[in-house]
């Protein structure tokens, strides 16, 4: 397996303000780029050229990964000028792919945070001859997810979306997001025009008697679509729950990047990340949070399952929890937000301005 897409053209826009100035894959997790730990692990599974499908932002990811030669790697680069959907950006790459007609080409989302054997999803692929295969993992509420049955030999049945009813939940495997493309299946795709593989192209396959495979594996999975779980799949990266080579440095409580200050008597904790530049100032106390380059907690600050934002203030005092601060915010001293807060990007949130009693 040489060869892989990685689709990183979304909006991200349930991730705002984290993504008004950062595309999704590109906001840091544990310390770098997302994006860097799906590269570092698709090159430890043996891959070495990877097409990036890029929309929003796109200006942004070849600055920083260049030609991809600092992780082992061949990257290239194809902008879709407008949005083409998951099966049409995968179409538009193909003339960059160098597989012959029965050849795999892993296909990656990237928002995805798995520890998926992506080795044995490829295996699969090949001892079943599928024409495309699918990691699949199970999960306890599938409501929100396309389910995908398949019979006792593994094969895909069917493509349910998101199902309401008891009566339509027949399974609780679902797509996750990876897949294995016989790459003639790839040059299928219907090309200039937005397709869904989820919607379009894998129901159509099936229908055609074509042969989908699917490989249920449960280890480690997290859809980074929501702050909360970008924020909670940063802090399993650091704690080592969530497997990656490109973590710099070693797993454990906290990671504090080098030119960060923490403050001898702050208490970083539960997976915490500080950033390059960032400062936190004594009495502090930040647990499962990512503190962004740049930023400031001030003296005091209680801070969990938070993001501040590049070069954003949290005052003395203030608490956040489950909370976003965009880049460059001030949130005020003796502050209080809670419950999926959001504040926007360069915003002023005076001292004192937001309190909880405290039978809240």
Request: glycine letters at 12%; a negative charge; aromatic letters at 4%.
């Amino acid at each position: 397996m040489t060869e892989a897409i990685l689709l990183v053209g979304g909006k991200g826009t349930r991730l705002r303000p984290l993504t008004v100035n950062t595309p999704k894959p590109m906001v840091p997790a544990a310390g770098v780029p997302f994006l860097t730990h799906q590269l570092a692990r698709a090159r430890a599974a043996g891959v070495e050229h990877i097409v990036l499908a890029t929309s929003y932002l796109a200006e942004v990811f070849e600055p920083y990964f260049g030609d991809g030669s600092s992780l082992g790697l061949h990257l290239e680069y194809v902008t879709e000028e407008e949005p083409l959907g998951t099966g049409g950006a995968i179409r538009n790459v193909a003339d960059r792919l160098r597989s012959g007609p029965d050849e795999p080409v892993l296909i990656f989302n990237g928002d995805i945070l798995t520890g998926l054997d992506i080795g044995a999803l490829v295996s699969t692929h090949r001892s079943s001859g599928a024409d495309v295969s699918l990691h699949l993992t199970r999960v306890e509420d599938p409501r929100a997810f396309g389910l995908v049955p398949t019979d006792p030999s593994g094969r895909v049945t069917a493509f349910l979306e998101k199902p309401q009813t008891p009566e339509e939940i027949v399974t609780d495997q679902i797509n996750a997001g990876a897949y294995v493309f016989r790459r003639s299946v790839v040059d299928m795709i219907p090309s200039g025009r937005p397709v869904s593989v989820e919607r379009e192209t894998f129901p159509d396959l099936l229908s055609s008697g074509a042969h989908l495979q699917g490989m249920v594996d449960s280890t480690y999975w997290l859809d980074l679509g929501t702050p909360q779980a970008f924020v909670r799949g940063s802090a399993d990266l650091v704690m080592g729950r969530a497997p990656s080579p490109a973590v710099p440095g070693r797993c454990g409580d906290r990671l504090v990047l080098e030119s960060a200050t923490v403050a001898a008597d702050a208490k970083l904790t539960g997976g915490t990340v500080v950033c390059a530049g960032a400062t936190v100032h004594p009495g502090a106390r930040v647990d499962g949070s990512v503190v962004l380059a740049g930023a400031v907690v001030e003296e005091g600050a209680v801070i969990s399952a938070s993001l501040i934002g590049e070069r954003a203030r949290v005052g003395a005092r203030t608490v956040l929890s489950d909370t976003v601060v965009g880049d460059g915010a001030t949130v005020g001293a003796d502050n209080e937000l809670r419950d999926g807060a959001r504040v926007w990007c360069d915003a002023v949130l005076p001292a004192g301005a937001v309190r909880f009693s405290s039978d809240q």
